[in-house]
């Protein structure tokens, strides 16, 4: 069974500065995704980033990046620029690739980030 | 787009008692999830389902029920409820080969057994 990794239960960052937050995973498969979801206290589930495994560009969204290290099997996010409105819980999730599969998530136990003035 | 709705947001049941919760999504989708979220912990899978009258257990399943007699509805049973299923749960959905397209949550129940 696959299985996901966050070692870190906690992170704080300063405004403005960077963090990045790691995340590994175990799986025999080729064909997969890998994402990096963000739960507010609302407990809304909002996606920051995705990146599919036969990718080797690192994918990037404004502020947020990936550090996707297939043969290590680690899949950090990395943060630039921290705001306010970042601080949340942060999970790493994966799911198999390819058709037959029924796209189930597998999440990790998740980072909280706090963000300091 | 009302996407995946949730109902109730709050749940407080006794133990032995029972319960379904509520979601639908409207987006036709054809697959939907059902996730527990405990305190600090990552979400953990307990049903889902591939298309109407098609359901398979997930990671957690014991002391729940599914049904997916429609294409929009995924209700979740608690038969007997125990404190060890307090928690909030997820209703989710995504089109076939959901990585490509992106999966929708719903804003989750929480719920407590006393």
């Known amino acids: 069974a696959q299985t996901v990794t966050q070692s870190q239960p906690e992170m704080s960052v300063q405004e403005a500065e960077t963090v990045t937050l790691s995340c590994t995973y175990d799986t025999s498969e080729s064909d997969y995704y890998l994402f990096w979801y963000k739960q507010p206290p609302s407990r809304q589930m909002i996606l920051v980033i995705r990146?599919?495994?036969?990718?080797?560009q690192n994918a990037t969204e404004n502020r947020f990046s990936v550090n996707f290290q297939k043969a290590a099997k680690s899949f950090s996010l990395k943060i630039s620029d921290s705001q306010l409105g970042d601080a949340a819980m942060y999970f790493c999730a994966y799911t198999e690739g390819g058709t037959g599969t029924a796209s189930k998530l597998t999440f990790g136990t998740g980072t909280r980030l706090q963000v300091t003035l | 787009n009302a996407g995946v709705t949730q109902t109730p947001k709050f749940r407080i049941l006794k133990i032995g008692q029972s319960m379904t919760l509520q979601c639908t999504q409207d987006?036709?989708?054809?697959?939907m999830y059902w996730y527990r979220q405990d305190p600090g912990m990552g979400l953990k899978l307990i049903y889902y389902?591939?298309?109407?009258?098609?359901?398979d257990k997930g990671e957690v399943p014991n002391g729940y029920n599914v049904s997916r007699s429609t294409t929009e509805d995924f209700p979740l049973r608690l038969e007997l409820a125990a404190p060890s299923q307090t928690s909030v749960y997820f209703c989710?959905?995504?089109?076939?080969?959901?990585?490509?397209?992106?999966?929708?949550f719903g804003s989750g129940t929480r719920l407590t057994v006393v």
């Open positions: 990146q599919e495994a036969y990718k080797q």
């Open positions: 389902s591939v298309g109407a009258g098609i359901t």
């Open positions: 989710a959905s995504s089109r076939r080969q959901g990585a490509n397209y992106g999966y929708t």
């Open positions: 987006m036709n989708h054809n697959y």
